[in-house]
């Protein structure tokens, strides 16, 4: 059997991928099992910051495989020591939990906000979040009781209780859940929501949300799985938005294409975990520190101002453009809406050469930080003669 046949008859069905085969790649190029070209306009889901078998990032991966590949946390380690000393110097957070995934960082960050206010106010007084509409905050039983979209619970019920959705840049309607209830222990939300369809908020619903919180001792939850680590043309989205989060979460390209999800605590919560409130076996794993440490050091102002210029040159060309109907988000996560069937847009460009991925009903563009801007140029040309055809 060849992988495709190998693959629907092994793995369980929960993805419906299309039809080629990944072998190999090298930076923002990547060829299929037939010899097939392509640029890389989705970078695994944002995940490979710096392209495919980036060198620098490789030496730091094996240089630790070569030395200790896991530890448990039972012993202190090196890289995971060095890479929370970094985030936390670079985003002003206290603490950092280690674990595997983006649903894992937002797990924590659940539990920790729980935590805070059991402490605080007494057990089972404050336990509620409030989400947004739209909103994606992963696929377990409770993350995905976070994710405000009805779609994907439907099947999974009952869910982990106390989650509230208020709808995205609406700052009357959030006021009205918060002072509706007393129970209220945060605020969780993307600032740009991805599996959404790459919806900035706008600034005065984040300060909205901002003031809130303050006023009402509920915690602030940003979800940075997607939107950190660079993605919108600042290391995190908050950090463009004036607002500090008293939690933040992040993952996909922290790690360069190995799985780490970290959930940061600011001041307000930095001893709300203690022993034994929360683990993972794999968390912290010294090889994938010392890789996210590699990808964290080479996201500096020069890199952050080269996404921001690439994502100005790419909203240029693609709007107005025949076959748009309108294109959103920052950096390097960008949403386009397309006059023609979304599915006939994305396949026309695989089969010119550029992969690009979709979110709810739009073209979503992901590529690596460090793009050649030759290749998004070539990429850019593809798409719209896809959307206009
Ligand atoms: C992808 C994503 C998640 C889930 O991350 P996993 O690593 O798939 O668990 C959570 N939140 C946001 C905003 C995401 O984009």
């Not at 500090?244 to 922290?254: H, V």
Request: glycine share 10%; proline share 4%.
């Amino acid at each position: 059997m060849n992988t495709k046949e190998l693959d629907s008859k092994y793995i369980a069905g929960t993805y419906a991928r299309f039809p080629i085969v990944l072998k190999e790649g090298r930076g923002s190029v990547v060829w299929d099992t037939e010899g097939k070209e392509y640029i890389d306009m989705g970078s695994g889901i944002a995940v490979n910051a710096f392209g495919i078998a980036d060198h620098e990032w490789i030496n730091a991966v094996t240089a630790q495989l070569g030395k200790l590949q896991h530890s448990s946390n039972l012993y202190y380690t090196e890289p995971g020591a060095l890479l929370a000393e970094q985030l936390c110097t670079r985003t002003g957070m206290k603490k950092a939990f280690f674990g595997n995934s983006g649903a894992e960082a937002n797990e924590c960050a659940i539990k920790c906000a729980r935590k805070y206010a059991a402490d605080k106010y007494g057990a089972d007084k404050r336990y509620k979040i409030v989400t947004l509409v739209n909103s994606f905050h992963g696929r377990t039983i409770t993350t995905l009781a976070a994710t405000g979209q009805d779609e994907y619970h439907k099947d999974f019920q009952p869910l982990t209780p106390g989650f509230l959705y208020a709808p995205a840049n609406d700052c009357g309607a959030l006021k009205a859940i918060v002072e509706s209830d007393e129970a209220i222990a945060a605020i969780m939300f993307e600032l740009v929501q991805g599996e959404g369809g790459v919806l900035p908020l706008e600034q005065d619903f984040v300060d909205c949300i901002a003031e809130i919180c303050k006023a009402r001792d509920i915690l602030m939850v940003v979800d940075e799985v997607q939107t950190g680590n660079g993605r919108t043309g600042t290391l995190y989205a908050w950090q463009r938005y004036g607002i500090t989060p008293d939690i933040m979460t992040t993952a996909k390209g922290l790690g360069g294409g190995l799985p780490i999800g970290v959930c940061l605590m600011g001041e307000k919560c930095e001893n709300t975990m203690t022993p034994g409130s929360h683990g993972s076996t794999f968390g912290g794993n010294p090889a994938i520190c010392a890789g996210a440490l590699n990808v964290l050091s080479r996201i500096d102002d020069a890199l952050l101002a080269d996404v921001r210029a690439k994502s100005d040159y790419i909203v240029k060309e693609l709007t107005g453009a025949p076959g748009v109907e309108s294109v959103a988000g920052l950096g390097l996560m960008l949403g386009i809406k397309t006059a023609k069937p979304l599915s006939d847009v994305v396949t026309a460009c695989r089969e010119n050469g550029v992969l690009v991925l979709t979110a709810h009903g739009k073209l979503r563009l992901l590529p690596a930080l460090n793009i050649p801007m030759e290749l998004v140029k070539k990429a850019v040309a593809v798409i719209k003669s896809c959307c206009a055809e």
